[in-house]
T-cell receptor, first 114, second 111 residues
Framework: SQTIHQWPATLVQPVGSPLSLECTVE??????LYWYRQAAGRGLQLLFY??????ISSEVPQNLSASRPQDRQFILSSKKLLLSDSGFYLC?????????????FGSGTRLTVV | GNSVTQMEGPVTLSEEAFLTINCTYT??????LFWYVQYPGEGLQLLLK?????DKGSNKGFEATYRKETTSFHLEKGSVQVSDSAVYFC??????????FGAGTTVTVRA
């Protein structure tokens, strides 16, 4: 069966520090991968998605970047965190053949920038 | 473009009350429709889905029917429990890679 892992679960980082959040998927190949952010009390904002290794699409300009160094690994990064980067970050995956099944989400990373 | 509009919360109910969360959509083409649930401090879980008109998705006592004529996918549960307290998201996908979400509705069930 397919599983998705996201870590760390919680993170407190000072302003100006770097960030690296990791997401891996098991049990499937060539998944579509997504990073979402959920600010406190707000909806879901799609940040990045990837349909293949090395291919990244950015939905909104911001202080973050994403990379996909391996087929089932998706990394969210920042060189210098801002207070406004605080939020709940969710990774998700889907497959081209089963897009209409929707996404499967990870358990999320709660990031607090102080 | 494709979009989802769902009723604003928060919604507060007593246990065993009837829950309805309205969801309407705008889409070019024939979307698949979803309800996701987010329990406090957790990620999103797929609650139910429907892939074509008149399909009814159901799970954990929740139901939603894909109504093409009214472009709606309202979520209902006949008797809620405290454990149903969560944020509920309506969403759609067509043939691209991106799931479009509504803003979410926070539901609180009191004992």
């Amino acid at each position: 069966s397919q599983t998705i892992h996201q870590w760390p679960a919680t993170l407190v980082q000072p302003v100006g520090s770097p960030l690296s959040l990791e997401c891996t998927v098991e049990g499937t190949s060539n998944p579509n991968l997504y990073w979402y952010r959920q600010a406190a009390g707000r909806g879901l904002q799609l940040l990045f998605y990837s349909v293949g290794i090395g291919q990244i699409s950015s939905e909104v300009p911001q202080n973050l970047s994403a990379s996909r160094p391996q087929d089932r690994q998706f990394i969210l990064s920042s060189k210098k965190l801002l207070l406004s980067d605080s939020g709940f970050y969710l990774c998700a995956w889907s497959t081209n053949s089963e897009l209409r099944r929707g996404y499967t989400f990870g358990s999320g990373t709660r990031l607090t920038v102080v | 473009g494709n979009s989802v509009t769902q009723m604003e919360g928060p919604v507060t109910l007593s246990e065993e009350a009837f829950l309805t969360i309205n969801c309407t959509y705008t889409a070019t083409g024939y979307p698949s429709l979803f309800w996701y649930v987010q329990y406090p401090g957790e990620g999103l879980q797929l609650l139910l889905k429907a892939t074509k008109a008149d399909d009814k998705g159901s799970n954990k006592g929740f139901e939603a029917t894909y109504r093409k004529e009214t472009t709606s996918f309202h979520l209902e549960k006949g008797s809620v429990q405290v454990s149903d307290s969560a944020v509920y998201f309506c969403a759609l996908i067509i043939n691209d890679y991106k799931l479009s979400f509504g803003a979410g509705t926070t539901v609180t069930v009191r004992a």
